[in-house]
């Protein structure tokens, strides 16, 4: 599995010092294999502080469905909880494959779960940037530019300005991680493109060094670790 750190060194990985969280995307990627999946898990079960998550981000795959297969917009909500269900069947049975001790530490989230205030207000947040922030707005349509370039999916203004909501969604857990019964998980394992740069941007704006103002209104009091692990596209 190749893999690429972002905010910290493999060794303050390697050490534990987070507990992990794993990002699973619905509706844009190929089929996840099971031979993938449980190497995600085990890997996550070796790095983690206490508990790994496996977050299933399916009420934002709206977005991308009603975009990227024409849907309607009540069609398009359906269809991102059923495949929501299909991810959780798959990795319960996934889970069963490993030790009961193992099994303790790995707990499967839908989108709603993880979805709090301090989200929400992060997010709101990262809308008021993108309507006011001519370089961030730019920066988002840049990743969904790329992302549709390998779809071969050309987007007008409009269709750009709607998927946008799906990164501006998938951002304040990229920035500050999840929470889940008062457990943090500030380590994320992201399957992603290998050209895709957002976990760098992520990386600088947690830093200061690109956005400073929009680092002061976040205020972010931990740091988040983003470890990339690479997939193919379909076409």
Do not use: C
């Amino acid at each position: 599995m190749k893999l690429k750190f972002f905010n910290a060194i493999k060794k303050e990985v390697e050490e534990r010092q987070y507990n992990v969280f794993i990002g699973i995307s619905l509706g844009v990627l190929k089929p996840l294999t099971k031979e993938t999946a449980k190497e995600y898990i085990k890997w996550a079960l070796k790095n983690t502080k206490n508990k790994v998550v496996i977050l299933i981000a399916d009420e934002i795959a709206k977005f991308n469905y009603k975009v990227y297969s024409s849907y309607s917009e009540g069609k398009s909500e359906r269809r991102a909880i059923r495949e929501g269900d299909k991810y959780f069947d798959f990795f319960q049975k996934i889970i069963q494959e490993f030790s009961k001790e193992e099994q303790k530490k790995i707990l499967i989230l839908r989108w709603k779960d993880i979805w709090d205030r301090k989200k929400e207000k992060i997010k709101q947040i990262f809308d008021e940037e993108y309507k006011s922030n001519k370089d961030f707005k730019e920066q988002v349509q840049f990743f969904l530019k790329k992302y549709s370039d390998k779809r071969n999916k050309d987007l007008d203004k409009e269709k750009l300005d709607y998927l946008s909501q799906y990164i501006l969604y998938e951002l304040p857990t990229l920035l500050d991680g999840i929470e889940y019964k008062k457990e943090k998980y500030r380590l994320l394992l992201y399957p992603t493109f290998e050209s895709s740069g957002m976990s760098e941007v992520v990386t600088k704006i947690q830093q200061g060094k690109i956005f400073p103002n929009l680092k002061k209104k976040l205020n972010l009091a931990e740091k988040t670790v983003v470890v990339e692990t690479y997939l193919e596209h379909t076409h």
